[in-house]
């Protein structure tokens, strides 16, 4: 699907909005899925249209389409870091916010989404939407795909290499460059957010 | 050893996918060429980061996930709430020429409708209508013309409020021994069809997915086999 006319979105053209909805769905949804799958995965879709809600607000003061979609998945997973939250202060009786060191009740760790030192948490929405911005736009193909088949997928080197018909040798290469994108996009380990 | 063969090394053992013998040729490296050791920790860093930040930029580059057609509404709203106008002028004028259009469609429809009642009464009446909440929008013509490619005969009606619908469905044409209606609602991406005849009326919904004609072959086969017809 074709990105949408920036000009027509931000004049409210109805049919440049629902064909936007389905374009930003992806982002939105997929961001909100990845913080709130695994304990909250019926909240998953209420968070993504308030992300879409949210970035309609937004969408005056952008000046490029290519925004839209690092930041619809910014706001969903933002929201989605509250929610989680909530949900665990809830659970604790007390409807105060967990604080980084708290532990919930309710069996296991602190959800690393929740934690509010990790690097992706701890940015606002608005420079987690340009890093991400940078970031895909700096990842080549193959780098990200390469990058996600190892650290996400556990792929071996001789797995990607077949996956992505690239030599073996050339696994390795593409794994260190996409480190140091990321590294120069997000600071070493994400401590100098 | 070089900087590239040192990496794949470093990120087999911080991923424990090396083997004994790997892991001792790392701890042997870093013990004997102190510049390795930082190097390592950089890598660890990075792969922590990665694991952290990858999910979300794949969320972000994602374009799989159907948008659910119940949130439409709702976002519109929005849409028109905060940046004003959601439909060009254009496509307004446009929508009443198709009213006047439909008008006059809907005359000859009723000819058509009569026709049926009158030479052959023992033929189902099937009469189809859209529900749109949201009003006109892109593709709603070929949807139009896909729900009256289905049912040649019959008038297709459109309404952009419920209420207008829950009155016209329970609208029985007189005479009629037995009649089908056909209520395509897009913002609830379902079709369905009410049955009225001798014995009880009969109710079903198909939901709609990518391909409304398919939908509404399903319908047509419902209304057959039910009828008979």
């Given at each position: 699907m074709n990105a949408p006319d920036l000009q027509r979105l931000q004049r409210g053209d109805r049919e440049a909005w629902v064909d936007a909805f389905h374009w930003l769905w992806p982002a939105a949804s997929g961001a909100a899925r990845v913080t709130l799958?695994?304990?909250?995965?019926?909240?998953v879709e209420d968070v993504a249209i308030a992300a879409v809600e949210e970035l309609v607000e937004k969408v005056p003061a952008l000046?490029?389409?290519?925004e839209f979609r690092p930041l619809v998945a910014s706001i969903a997973h933002n929201k989605a870091v509250s929610r989680l939250r909530q949900h665990f202060a809830a659970k604790r009786g007390s409807g105060r916010v967990e604080s980084p060191g708290d532990q919930p009740e309710?069996?296991?760790?602190?959800?690393e989404a929740v934690a509010e030192d990790s690097p992706v948490a701890a940015l606002e929405q608005k420079e987690l939407a340009e890093r991400l911005g940078r970031l895909l736009a700096e990842l080549t193909s193959p780098q990200g795909e390469v990058l996600a088949d190892y650290?996400?997928?556990?792929?071996s080197y001789e797995e990607i290499a077949t996956e992505r018909g690239v030599a073996k040798g050339s696994v390795g290469v593409y794994l260190k460059r996409g480190l140091a994108a990321m590294r120069r996009i997000w600071g070493r380990g994400g401590k100098d957010v | 050893m070089n900087d590239q063969e040192f990496f794949d090394l470093a990120l087999k053992v911080i991923g424990r996918r090396a083997s004994d013998a790997e892991r001792e040729q790392l701890e042997a490296l870093l013990a004997s060429r102190p510049e390795f050791k930082t190097q390592f920790e950089g890598i660890r860093d990075d792969a922590r980061l990665a694991k952290k930040v990858l999910p979300l930029m794949e969320a972000a580059g994602s374009s799989s996930g159907e948008f659910p057609a119940y949130a439409r509404e709702r976002l519109l709203t929005k849409v028109r709430q905060t940046?004003?106008?959601?439909?060009p002028a254009r496509a307004r004028r446009g929508w009443n020429w198709r009213w006047a259009l439909g008008f006059a469609v809907g005359a000859a429809a009723v000819v058509l409708l009569l026709l049926p009642m009158l030479t052959r009464p023992a033929e189902p009446i099937i009469q189809v209508a859209m529900l749109d909440?949201?009003?006109?929008?892109?593709?709603e013509d070929s949807e139009l013309d896909t729900l009256k490619a289905q049912w040649k005969h019959s008038e297709v009606r459109t309404f952009d409020k419920a209420g207008q619908v829950d009155a016209w469905r329970t609208d029985w044409p007189s005479g009629a021994k037995m009649v089908a209606k056909v209520i395509y609602n897009r913002a609830a991406g379902e079709v369905r069809v009410i049955l009225y005849g001798p014995s009880k009326p009969m109710e079903k919904a198909f939901p709609v997915g990518q391909d409304l004609a398919a939908t509404l072959r399903q319908a047509a086969d419902f209304i057959r086999e039910q009828t008979g017809k």
């Amino acid at each position: 699907m074709n990105a949408p006319d920036l000009q027509r979105l931000q004049r409210g053209d109805r049919e440049a909005w629902v064909d936007a909805f389905h374009w930003l769905w992806p982002a939105a949804s997929g961001a909100a899925r990845v913080t709130l799958e695994a304990r909250l995965p019926s909240e998953v879709e209420d968070v993504a249209i308030a992300a879409v809600e949210e970035l309609v607000e937004k969408v005056p003061a952008l000046a490029s389409i290519d925004e839209f979609r690092p930041l619809v998945a910014s706001i969903a997973h933002n929201k989605a870091v509250s929610r989680l939250r909530q949900h665990f202060a809830a659970k604790r009786g007390s409807g105060r916010v967990e604080s980084p060191g708290d532990q919930p009740e309710d069996g296991g760790e602190f959800p690393e989404a929740v934690a509010e030192d990790s690097p992706v948490a701890a940015l606002e929405q608005k420079e987690l939407a340009e890093r991400l911005g940078r970031l895909l736009a700096e990842l080549t193909s193959p780098q990200g795909e390469v990058l996600a088949d190892y650290f996400l997928r556990g792929l071996s080197y001789e797995e990607i290499a077949t996956e992505r018909g690239v030599a073996k040798g050339s696994v390795g290469v593409y794994l260190k460059r996409g480190l140091a994108a990321m590294r120069r996009i997000w600071g070493r380990g994400g401590k100098d957010v | 050893m070089n900087d590239q063969e040192f990496f794949d090394l470093a990120l087999k053992v911080i991923g424990r996918r090396a083997s004994d013998a790997e892991r001792e040729q790392l701890e042997a490296l870093l013990a004997s060429r102190p510049e390795f050791k930082t190097q390592f920790e950089g890598i660890r860093d990075d792969a922590r980061l990665a694991k952290k930040v990858l999910p979300l930029m794949e969320a972000a580059g994602s374009s799989s996930g159907e948008f659910p057609a119940y949130a439409r509404e709702r976002l519109l709203t929005k849409v028109r709430q905060t940046l004003g106008q959601t439909q060009p002028a254009r496509a307004r004028r446009g929508w009443n020429w198709r009213w006047a259009l439909g008008f006059a469609v809907g005359a000859a429809a009723v000819v058509l409708l009569l026709l049926p009642m009158l030479t052959r009464p023992a033929e189902p009446i099937i009469q189809v209508a859209m529900l749109d909440t949201a009003g006109p929008v892109r593709g709603e013509d070929s949807e139009l013309d896909t729900l009256k490619a289905q049912w040649k005969h019959s008038e297709v009606r459109t309404f952009d409020k419920a209420g207008q619908v829950d009155a016209w469905r329970t609208d029985w044409p007189s005479g009629a021994k037995m009649v089908a209606k056909v209520i395509y609602n897009r913002a609830a991406g379902e079709v369905r069809v009410i049955l009225y005849g001798p014995s009880k009326p009969m109710e079903k919904a198909f939901p709609v997915g990518q391909d409304l004609a398919a939908t509404l072959r399903q319908a047509a086969d419902f209304i057959r086999e039910q009828t008979g017809k």
